[in-house]
């Protein structure tokens, strides 16, 4: 007799063998439930209980990716063990604070972060810390500031820019840097006087009435800051009598005798010269740059240290973690995964979730990826990325330049100097001395540890006069994450975007006997940031659900 089995029939029975939560994973998988109702679940939900019982899973890599795809499935049910390369959690969420050290591939040595006692500020305060990989979580990130509301990380403002930030490029104003605020206000004031001269030849007439003309009109006096001459609207910048001063002073204003000097109005050609409207002095206008930004309070390893204690059914996710296992194979069969580490152990379970970045994954062995497959991770472009880091002898940029956080820029090979955005008059602070990628980050790679050093702070000067008295000099350290072992360098270059047919046979591709699931912020829309790693770290889980309940 042909029996014919509704969906109806057949979640009775998943929902009277494995309760409600294997239904509504079939219904998940079935689609039914919708996009709608899962874009509203919480974004740090939890899979089904006992979904995974009975299940074995091998993740490999204790990065953030790793830590929560262990902590889910375990919490599912599952038996998980973590396998990690180095001797530490995080991945290349790497906090360093007084007497931490690493070490790059080709050195014979490792680089130790040295912190000075200054004031009564101790080498070992809190505060003294240097966020070596991610710095930042935009607040649109929900997965990451959820994950810290439930973890118990206290969170606190990053600020990414302050008006008093600099900009230097030794190819404009002799070298010398100038003030963001003063760059964007008087660009917005000349674009404003260029606007409103339309109105000379009527042309804006022909689109607007006379009253939308006039308002129109207002609004760039306003916007720009333009003032009447005769019949005309003009921008004249420093010389403003009867407003603010937006582009600040060169000597601030102070007693009752003593109105000032404001900054001279740069012309609109100085502004093109500089060349910073190419990029930097816009950046805060890209999504992921938009106040409010925010980071942990202590440290960005305070993220994944919150993952450690987590309780599971078979222990805290911790305890799941067997350092100094690199991999070197995965096989598959219809029946398990066999994972194999450089040492010979090796590891057997029903799935496998791999979150190393997609170029190392690809140099693996065993038949988990067949070749089309193993071509794609190989073609995934990793943009390289560095960091240097340097202790003030005191917090100089709040004393001499009235920067209280945010980044200044430079055209040189170090791009950025980050402030602290914490502890402001403090004694002390830690300045992030150089951050580059791509083309830059690949030469400064290249450089000696003191070559590298020698180079943030020779284009530190060209922010800060005297930088390298005013920082301990011989205490910086700089780090290249394409150098790192078990890295292939700072993030995936925006693959689902600029390699869009890898990105998409990476994202369709089924895994070989549904066995091994990939995992990390290269397979994401949000390559380099953590909540790609968090994001990729429910697919997978989600994934491994549905692949448990055997519906294809």
Not at 298 to 309: A, E, H, N, T, V
Not at 380 to 407: L, M
Request: hydrophobic share 40%; net charge negative.
């Amino acid at each position: 007799m042909d029996y014919h089995l509704t969906r109806r029939a057949f979640l009775n029975g998943i929902a009277s063998v494995g309760g409600i939560g294997a239904a509504y994973m079939a219904l998940t998988a079935f689609d039914m439930m919708g996009h709608g109702a899962l874009a509203q679940s919480k974004t740090t939900a939890a899979l089904p209980s006992d979904s995974l019982k009975g299940k074995s899973i091998i993740v490999i890599g204790a990065g953030l990716a790793g830590l929560c795809s262990a902590m889910r499935a375990a919490r599912a049910g599952a038996n998980v063990q973590i396998l990690e390369a180095t001797k530490r959690a995080g991945g290349r969420s790497m906090t360093l604070r007084n007497g931490d050290s690493f070490r790059e591939l080709n050195w014979n040595s490792s680089s130790k972060m040295v912190f000075e006692q200054v004031s009564e500020v101790s080498p070992n305060d809190p505060d003294n810390y240097l966020n070596a990989g991610p710095g930042r979580i935009p607040q649109h990130h929900s997965r990451v500031l959820d994950y810290c509301k439930d973890l118990g990380v206290a969170l606190q403002p990053y600020l990414y820019v302050d008006k008093a930030n600099l900009l230097q490029n030794d190819a404009w104003n002799q070298g010398r840097p100038v003030q963001a605020r003063r760059l964007k206000n008087d660009l917005r004031g000349h674009l404003a006087e260029l606007i409103a001269k339309a109105k000379n030849k009527n042309t804006l007439d022909l689109d607007m009435s006379p009253s939308d003309t006039e308002a129109f009109l207002q609004m760039l006096t306003h916007f720009g800051q333009l003032s009447e001459e005769g019949a005309k609207l003009v921008y004249t910048g420093a010389s403003l009598k009867n407003d603010y001063i937006r582009s600040g002073y060169s000597i601030n204003a102070g007693n009752v005798r003593n109105s000032g000097k404001p900054w001279p109005t740069l012309t609109l050609d100085d502004i093109m010269q500089s060349d910073f409207w190419n990029s930097e002095m816009f950046n805060d206008l890209e999504y992921f740059w938009q106040t409010s930004l925010m980071q942990p309070i202590d440290g960005m390893d305070m993220i994944w240290k919150g993952f450690l204690p987590q309780e599971t059914p078979s222990g805290t996710v911790e305890s799941m973690i067997v350092y100094d296992t690199p991999v070197e194979s995965i096989s598959v069969t219809s029946s398990n995964a066999l994972v194999t580490s450089v040492n010979g152990a090796q590891y057997s379970a029903d799935f496998v979730i791999a979150t190393l970045s997609a170029p190392i994954l690809a140099r693996l062995d065993g038949n988990f990826i067949d070749p089309i497959m193993r071509d794609n991770l190989s073609r995934v472009d990793i943009e390289p990325a560095c960091k240097v880091g340097f202790q003030g002898r005191s917090r100089f940029w709040e004393q001499e330049n009235r920067i209280y956080g945010g980044i200044s820029w430079t055209k040189g090979i170090i791009r950025q100097i980050w402030y602290p955005n914490y502890s402001f008059n403090s004694p002390t602070g830690i300045l992030t001395g150089a951050y580059n990628e791509g083309e830059q980050a690949l030469e400064f790679a290249k450089l000696s540890r003191d070559q590298r050093l020698e180079s943030a702070l020779y284009w530190g000067g060209k922010l800060h006069d005297d930088y390298k008295e005013k920082v301990f000099a011989d205490n910086g350290v700089s780090i290249a994450w394409a150098e790192m072992p078990y890295q292939a360098g700072g993030w995936a270059n925006d693959t689902a975007y600029n390699q869009s047919e890898v990105f998409e046979y990476m994202a369709s591709a089924v895994p070989v006997y549904r066995k091994v699931y990939f995992a990390g912020d290269w397979f994401s829309y949000w390559p380099g940031w953590q909540v790609g790693a968090l994001d990729s770290a429910h697919f997978a889980t989600d994934q491994i659900v549905e692949a448990s309940l055997k519906i294809k």
